[in-house]
């Protein structure tokens, strides 16, 4: 079994397990929480009524989360000739073709997201392995393949997050930073939950949200009442 700090345990008083918590008061808590000496990221852990084995219930997308995510995000993008320029413009950290890629065979991985524009997928594909196993290749279903790269870069570096559930049917997303007011954290996470409820996989039967928990990197977790949060999307 894993042992806790002490500050973990005394932060984790603070949490009834067996509470379901506003979206508000959650927020506010996991500011309380907060037990690194860092700006923490605040995490969202989702677990939905759904069945990855099945092509039908996968659900996995994007969304731009109105208050950003707090973090500095690199760009790497693998585009030629005008769209090259038009990378650099709106600010890719770095932008290459066949050169990008033998960097990247060479060893360099100094960026968080790589975005490509359809006819560099070729060169990109030899990068398979290297890419693959960080979650970093290229995919359509995450809007990283576009021609329309001055936008795609725009929203990756404003607080476009990329979100998938996984084996067991969970969503892992980070929402913000434990810096961010209350208010932001919510809406943030208003916007995920928005997103995710569209996406519902039309397979799917019974209760699509099975739980909800955030958390601050390393803190205690905090239940979430999701029917709040769905009427806090509605109303925004």
Same mark, same amino acid.
């Given at each position: ?6 500050? =973990? ?11 379901? &918590?506003?979206?508000?008061?959650a ?11 860092? #700006?923490a ?9 759904? #069945?990855?084995?099945?092509? %039908? ?12 995510? @707090? ?6 993008v ?20 066949? %050169? ?11 960026f ?35 021609? #329309? ?12 997050v990329? =979100?998938?559930? %996984? ?11 434990s ?22 996989p ?5 209760? &699509? ?11 205690? @977790? ?15």
């Amino acid at each position: 079994m894993a042992r806790h700090g002490k500050k =973990y345990l005394e932060a984790a008083k603070l949490v009834d397990r067996e509470r379901l &918590y506003l979206p508000l008061e959650a927020a506010e808590l996991v500011k309380e929480t907060t037990v690194v000496g860092f #700006d923490a990221s605040v995490e969202v852990h989702m677990r939905l009524g759904v #069945d990855p084995r099945h092509a %039908d219930q996968m659900v996995r997308g994007t969304v731009v989360l109105p208050h950003g995510t @707090g973090k500095v995000v690199r760009v790497a993008v693998f585009a030629q000739g005008e769209k090259a320029q038009e990378a650099l413009k709106a600010g890719a950290d770095e932008v290459g073709g066949e %050169d990008l890629v033998k960097k990247i065979e060479a060893g360099w991985l100094e960026f968080d997201v790589a975005l490509a524009t359809p006819d560099s997928m070729g060169l990109v594909g030899k990068l398979g392995k290297i890419l693959g196993r960080r979650g970093l290749m290229p995919n359509p279903k995450a809007g990283t393949i576009t021609f #329309d790269l001055e936008r795609a870069i725009t929203e990756v570096k404003g607080g476009r997050v990329e =979100y998938k559930v %996984d084996k067991a049917g969970i969503v892992h997303v980070a929402v913000g930073k434990s810096s961010f007011e209350a208010n932001a954290i919510v809406e943030n996470l208003a916007a995920l939950i928005d997103a995710i409820s569209r996406g519902k996989p039309a397979g799917v039967k019974g209760q &699509y949200f099975r739980g909800l928990t955030i958390a601050s990197t390393m803190g205690p @977790g905090i239940r979430v009442d999701v029917p709040a949060i769905l009427a806090a999307a509605a109303a925004a």
